[in-house]
């Protein structure tokens, strides 16, 4: 099970880069959702986190999320994945 072998989803803490959080180009709202998904993050940077679930956490509108999420995408600090049909995406923090 993930939950056993990730001792940051165990924990419930994540690992932040400080190349994105002192970024200049990043803004303030895009370090926030960065550092919320890298506690999902697996040691290989990796998470599956639901459009939905992380704007009911962060307490924002569906909207809010995958626009930040396409403004880190295009900032290249993440990537995002397609992992079927109808499913959520594979994120993978590169910074």
Aim: hydrophobic fraction near 35%; charge should be positive; glycine fraction near 6%.
């Amino acid at each position: 099970m993930l939950f056993r072998s990730n001792q940051r989803l165990i924990k419930g803490y994540g690992l932040v880069s400080s190349t994105v959080l002192r970024d200049p180009n990043v803004s303030l709202r895009e370090k926030g959702l960065y550092a919320y998904l890298s506690t999902y993050a697996d040691s290989n940077n990796t998470l599956n986190v639901s459009i939905n679930r992380a704007a009911s956490e962060c307490d924002v509108d569906t909207s809010t999320i995958r626009r930040i999420l396409d403004k880190l995408k295009k900032s290249g600090v993440i990537i995002r994945e397609t992992r079927a049909a109808g499913q959520t995406h594979q994120t993978t923090l590169l910074k």
